[in-house]
């Protein structure tokens, strides 16, 4: 025990070393409101592209390339924080019981939506770019088969990371507006 003291003081402050500020994606605040046609969504896993998957904020230079922004992180996995943004955004517009997969509920959801990424960046002409496809399939409704594509574009208000991180909160919730609409009656 006593040799293990060491070691986890090392690492207590190698942790303190961190020079990466984490970001927060803030909550965004929809003002939309539909009646949707189902009473419970479950929101599947977001697919992200590799880029916008990892850790680092990252912006597309003039050069076409994909930079990570130094010296900032995500505070949390993205896939995760977009698909529980998302999710909070659709129980706020439509009003429906909406979860993540799994699925916590005994009784199965109306529908299951999905949603996989083919963009999701800032462009050093100050706009967030988020586009890809969705699907929203009938679990136990009566709802039929919706797919579709958006392509979104959100100005960012200022050159610092929360000012993408506040567009890339906008942009979810307007996907988020979008498929309240596709479910809506």
């Known amino acids: 025990m006593m040799s293990r003291l060491p070691l986890l003081f090392v690492l207590a402050l190698l ?3 961190s020079t990466s500020a984490q970001l927060l994606v803030p909550p965004a605040s929809p003002s939309l409101r539909v009646r949707p046609a189902v009473s419970s969504i479950e929101v599947r896993d977001m697919s992200l592209p590799r880029y ?12 076409g390339e994909v930079d990570a922004l130094r010296g900032t992180v995500w505070a949390d996995d993205p896939e995760r924080s977009l698909t529980l943004a998302l999710s909070e955004n659709l129980a ?3 009003g429906a019981r909406v979860s ?3 699925w916590p509920f005994l009784e199965p959801p109306g529908v299951s939506i999905s949603v996989r990424v083919t963009r999701l ?3 050093e002409g100050g706009m967030l770019q988020f586009s890809g496809q969705y699907a929203i399939a009938p679990v136990t ?3 039929a088969d919706r797919s ?3 392509a979104i574009s959100v100005p960012i208000g200022g050159n610092s990371a929360q000012a993408i991180a506040l567009a890339q909160s ?6 988020a507006e979008t498929l309240a609409r596709r479910i809506g009656r």
Do not use: H, K, R, Y
């Open 148 to 150: 579709g594509q958006f």
């Open 121 to 123: 960046l800032a462009t």
């Open 100 to 102: 993540t997969e799994p």
């Open 141 to 143: 409704s009566g709802l």
């Open 170 to 175: 906008q942009a979810v919730a307007n996907l």
């Open 92 to 94: 706020t517009i439509t």
């Open 15 to 17: 942790a303190g070393c």
């Open 52 to 63: 916008a998957a990892g850790d680092e904020v990252v912006v597309l230079n003039s050069d």
